[in-house]
Each structure stands twice: as structure tokens, then as C-alpha cells.
């Protein structure tokens, strides 16, 4: 079984910049959401990986994903390659509802003002 562990600890809004992604990074990383002091890493444990009809990301790759204590199975199109001793795994865009690992702003009315379904992008390169 393949697994890997991520840093919860470097999440990085790339939709902002500046005074607000420090704000927004610190208010992801505390106990309204991720709770990273508690929870520093999630990971992700492969289960399974089969063809996919997509011409670019020819596989679908099955897992569990572990975040803040909570498991769920998951499943994203991906495109794996071996070359020069490496196999490098790269997913398109995919959403995960983050209400399953417990991700939810801690303010009953705000949580409605934010969408459940977060989107992933994978990256792995192993040796």
C-alpha cells in the first residue's frame, strides 16, 4: 500500500496576496478549521488505482484521506509516470466535502457562508 503524509502546517491561499493571505492563512491553520497545532498532518493512503477514460489522466486512484482524525474514502482522474527512477503522480481538480473531516468555521451562521466542498490538487514525486 502506497501512503503519504502532507503538512498541514504550510497551507497557503493562492487566491489572495499580502495582509490578507497572512490573515486568511492563520484563521485556516487555527481552531476554526484545520486546527494544525492539534492536527499538524493529514494523510492519504492509496487503496486502489484503475484505468480512467480520460485521455490525460488515464488513472483513478482510491484512497482513504485522513484529516484532523477523520477518515473518508476518496477518489480523483490522475496521470502517473515513471521516468529516471521516480513515479510522479499528478491529479486534476477535484473537491472533497470538508464537512466529512470535520473542517467547519466553528460559528454556526458563518459556516453557512462557506462552501463544503474544497478543492484538491495532488502532486506526489517519489524515488
Keep these: 500500500m502506497v ?13 489572495l496576496t499580502g495582509e490578507y493571505q497572512q490573515k486568511l ?27 480512467n477514460n480520460d485521455k490525460v489522466y488515464t488513472s483513478l486512484v482510491t484512497g482513504n484521506l485522513t484529516v484532523k482524525g477523520k477518515t473518508n474514502a476518496i477518489s480523483f482522474p490522475a496521470k502517473i509516470s515513471y521516468a529516471n527512477g521516480a513515479v510522479s ?13 470535520d473542517v467547519a468555521y466553528k ?3 458563518q459556516d453557512v457562508l462557506v462552501k463544503d466542498d474544497m478543492d ?8
Excluded at 503524509?5 to 493562492?14: E, P
Excluded at 492563512?25 to 488505482?49: C, M, Q, R, S, Y
Design 3 to 15: 501512503s503519504f503524509v502532507l503538512d498541514m502546517t504550510s497551507i497557503t491561499s493562492t487566491d
Design 25 to 51: 492563512n492563520g484563521h485556516l491553520k487555527n481552531g476554526d478549521f484545520f486546527e494544525v497545532e492539534k492536527f499538524p498532518t493529514a494523510t492519504f493512503k492509496i487503496t486502489g488505482v484503475k484505468k
Design 89 to 101: 503522480l499528478m491529479s486534476n481538480k477535484f473537491a472533497i466535502d470538508r464537512q466529512k473531516f
Design 107 to 109: 460559528s454556526t451562521m
Design 120 to 127: 484538491l490538487l495532488v502532486k506526489v514525486t517519489a524515488k
